[in-house]
């Protein structure tokens, strides 16, 4: 508790990785960053200082929560390609084109202004070379050539 009576522990997503972070103690770390792979409203940049905050607290060393959360990392990443392989390109193409985060969800989540997110965004949709106007989903184009020049690749 703070001084006017208000507690000082996270609540929400940080509330719930300090919990499993300090009931299983380094694995905790790296089952939340394997999750967040898995799950992208769990934001790694909150995961990982809060890995830092729990270690603090002498739960954990550094050592461990580097090891954990890397290892973490890898079994997320597995597990996205070995989904990727069993769904294959064209129904991931389809899911990909119905799932993505709205500009003001991404504000939410990271606790930036809208302004800050479309100006990342259109950076970005510039170095594509991707087309302006209304008559184009943007987003999508990205998606789509980045799915072409895998393909290339492969």
């Given at each position: 508790m703070d001084t006017t009576g208000n507690s000082t522990e996270p609540t929400g997503i940080a509330g719930w990785a300090v919990q499993l972070m300090?009931?299983?103690?380094?694995f905790g770390a790296g089952l939340a960053i394997a999750l967040e792979n898995l799950f992208p409203p769990l934001p790694s940049?909150?995961?990982l200082p809060l890995a830092g905050f729990t270690a603090s607290r002498g739960r954990f060393g550094l050592a461990e929560?580097?090891?954990?959360?890397?290892?973490?990392?890898v079994v997320g990443v597995l597990a996205l390609y070995g989904l990727g392989a069993a769904l294959g390109r064209d129904r991931l193409r389809r899911i990909v084109d119905r799932v993505g985060l709205s500009n003001a969800a991404i504000c939410g989540q990271l606790y930036v202004t809208r302004s800050a997110v479309e100006k990342h965004i259109n950076a970005i949709f510039t170095k594509l070379d991707l087309p302006v106007g209304e008559a184009h989903n943007r987003r999508v184009l990205a998606?789509?050539?980045?799915?072409?020049?895998?393909?290339?690749?492969d």
């Amino acid at each position: 508790m703070d001084t006017t009576g208000n507690s000082t522990e996270p609540t929400g997503i940080a509330g719930w990785a300090v919990q499993l972070m300090e009931q299983l103690g380094g694995f905790g770390a790296g089952l939340a960053i394997a999750l967040e792979n898995l799950f992208p409203p769990l934001p790694s940049e909150v995961i990982l200082p809060l890995a830092g905050f729990t270690a603090s607290r002498g739960r954990f060393g550094l050592a461990e929560v580097l090891l954990w959360t890397t290892l973490g990392s890898v079994v997320g990443v597995l597990a996205l390609y070995g989904l990727g392989a069993a769904l294959g390109r064209d129904r991931l193409r389809r899911i990909v084109d119905r799932v993505g985060l709205s500009n003001a969800a991404i504000c939410g989540q990271l606790y930036v202004t809208r302004s800050a997110v479309e100006k990342h965004i259109n950076a970005i949709f510039t170095k594509l070379d991707l087309p302006v106007g209304e008559a184009h989903n943007r987003r999508v184009l990205a998606i789509l050539q980045h799915l072409r020049v895998g393909a290339v690749q492969d």
